[in-house]
């Protein structure tokens, strides 16, 4: 049996050899094999629960993760599996987070803020970090005027409080005045955003309280009692493993722990965006995966079924950490 990362180097692998083949007599049959043997491991009926594999990991949730001191051990992480991802998955341009034709999505600057702020509170990763700052500083006031008009509203939220994440862990960063001009309006539109919403606010979704983690180093301080009453069946805060992590931290909840470690445990390399998955969105990051390889004319029949099952995406945070989340279409649905 493939597993998630076997499957997509297979994927790319097939994608890279497919013009040598081509010209050689067997490639007819080499690139049908190949196709049979892809379908039957990712898009038959009986191997769904293989789907989650799809689904890329959070940099910035792993982090989140990676903040939980042990239990026993104050002096290491709770889940090292998390903190070992972050030393391992940084870009080499120096940000945590994902890419969009060679170039890093918005979301890299809240995630790699607190990739090196979890770095510096357990004393690791220090060339992890100076390439990390490296990348804020190059890229922060570029990146803020690209996005500047269209940015989502869980950047104003986020974003902020990421800043000073990191500045309470003593990394030193540097912006440039037009850079400090636009985090300036930034923090001016979370301002207006808290005075707005209620942490729970029917009109919005996902609420402020599925940002728990933000809200440590600004005046909007949450009460034990009020996180526990808004924890889901299943132990997590709205879904999201950093507002759960959050409210662990907070709280000491044994049932948003036991949601943690089964995360973790369902992920070990790198957590999503969201947990548990709809398995619909998952099958549409799976189409996704397999469009963005060049192999949609392979699969033109599994396609056209995903697609036709006619799915309603309203979790729109969901979709994001699924389908890349700096395209049109998810702009426009923001």
């Known amino acids: 049996m493939l597993n998630g990362p076997k499957r997509n180097q297979l994927l790319k692998t097939y994608i890279f050899s497919v013009p040598h083949k081509i010209t050689m007599g067997s490639s007819l049959v080499s690139i049908n094999i190949l196709v049979t043997k892809l379908k039957e491991e990712i898009f038959s009926n009986t191997k769904n629960h293989h789907l989650q594999s799809f689904v890329s990991p959070s940099a910035y949730d792993t982090a989140w993760l990676a903040m939980i ?3 026993l051990e104050h002096n290491s992480p709770l889940f090292k599996g998390c903190l ?28 790699t803020l607190t990739s090196m702020a979890v770095l510096r509170k357990w004393g690791t990763g220090i060339h992890n970090i100076e390439n990390g700052l490296k990348f804020i500083h190059a890229n922060t006031e570029n990146m803020l005027h690209h996005h500047h ?28 005045d037009d850079a400090k001009s636009i985090i300036s309006q930034i923090y001016h539109v979370r301002k207006q955003i808290f005075g707005m919403e209620e942490m729970v606010d029917k009109w919005q979704y996902p609420p402020l309280m599925a940002y728990l983690e933000t809200f440590q180093m600004t005046e909007r301080n949450v009460d034990e009692e009020t996180i526990i009453k808004h924890l889901s069946e299943d132990g997590s805060l709205f879904q999201s493993p950093s507002a759960t992590a959050q409210a662990y931290l907070s709280t000491r909840n044994q049932k948003c722990l ?9 992920y070990p390399n790198g957590v999503p965006e969201k947990y548990p998955m709809d398995e619909e969105l998952v099958e ?13 004319e392979y699969f033109t029949e599994e396609i056209d079924n995903i697609l036709r099952k006619g799915l309603v995406i309203s979790d729109v945070r969901l979709l994001s950490a699924i389908i890349k989340r700096e395209t049109d279409p998810i702009h426009v649905l923001r």
């Open 69 to 71: 001191p042990h239990t």
């Open 84 to 111: 070992e991802w972050l030393l391992e998955n940084q870009n080499k341009e120096g940000y945590w987070g994902e890419s969009i034709n060679g170039l890093p999505t918005i979301d890299t600057l809240p995630a």
């Open 149 to 176: 008009h269209d940015l989502p509203r869980w950047f104003f939220i986020v974003f902020p409080a990421t800043i000073e994440l990191a500045g309470s862990f003593g990394l030193d960063l540097m912006f440039s």
């Open 258 to 266: 036991d949601y943690l470690i089964s995360l973790v445990q369902k």
């Open 284 to 296: 549409l990051s799976m189409v996704d995966q397999v469009q963005k390889l060049g192999l949609s």
